[in-house]
């Protein structure tokens, strides 16, 4: 069974750009959450989905937004984008809120 | 709220020691716990899980950890550690049936020596 699946894997934007990072669950789980990698805050909940709907949200500000399809995937996006946005972007995936969640490989973001 | 104190940044170890990683957590209610890897370059993989089920959990890769609720701690350990362990690993802790995310320790790089 293929595993989280994160795209692209890799870029590089411009500051006051915007961005937008896509996911694919595991085959048959509902649940999708982001999060934000970086060497000083470290790991961070961004928002989790489930049937099309934020259930929550972290400490982020209101640049940071996200969806969830009808099949499961989700995007997330990120506007005005600033130099401390440079992270790592994890999402993971559950059969339902609650439920063991397991990680795609990420995407690095770079902003310069 | 929750929160996760793993005690040393940096770990070393020589090959064939014990590896010991200590994780703290703070939680109003009964939490579930977990040890996450990751390898350079890669995601977060799920080492092991505690779910209120058995004190003493056992993973992948030989790891195995044990929930102690008077210590609220959730230390992980190997009895003999291989090259192939050398990677930062988390603690996560999730008290809120997953609605508020999972929260993470900082991280502990497990160094190898040969």
């Known amino acids: 069974k293929a595993g989280v699946t994160q795209t692209p894997r890799y870029l590089i934007k411009t500051r006051g750009q915007q961005v937008t990072l896509s996911c694919s669950p595991i085959?048959?789980?509902?649940?999708v959450s982001w999060y934000q990698q970086t060497p000083g805050q470290g790991l961070q909940f961004l928002f989790e989905?489930?049937?099309?709907?934020?259930?929550n949200k972290g400490n982020f500000p209101g640049r940071f937004s996200g969806r969830q399809f009808s099949n499961s995937r989700s995007e997330m996006n990120v506007s005005t984008l600033e130099l401390g946005d440079s992270a790592l972007y994890l999402c993971?995936?559950?059969?339902?809120?609650?439920?063991?969640?397991?990680f795609g490989e990420g995407s690095w973001l770079t902003v310069v | 709220a929750q929160s996760v104190t793993q005690l040393g940044s940096h770990v070393s170890v020589s090959e064939g020691a014990l590896v010991l990683l200590r994780c703290n957590y703070s939680?109003?209610?009964?939490?579930?716990l977990f040890w996450y890897v990751q390898y350079p370059n890669q995601g977060l993989q799920l080492l092991l899980k505690y779910t209120s089920a058995a004190t003493l959990v056992k993973g992948i890769n030989g790891f195995e950890a044990e929930f102690k609720k008077s210590e609220t701690s959730f230390h992980l350990t190997k009895p003999s550690a291989h090259m192939s362990d050398a990677a930062e690993y988390f603690c996560?802790?999730?008290?809120?049936?997953?609605?508020?995310?999972?929260?993470f320790g900082k991280g502990t790089h497990l160094i190898i020596q040969p």
């Open positions: 996560a802790v999730d008290s809120g049936g997953g609605a508020d995310g999972l929260t």
């Open positions: 993971a995936s559950s059969q339902e809120p609650g439920n063991t969640i397991y």
């Open positions: 989905y489930f049937s099309e709907t934020q259930r």
């Open positions: 939680s109003s209610v009964p939490p579930y």
């Open positions: 085959s048959g789980h509902r649940s």
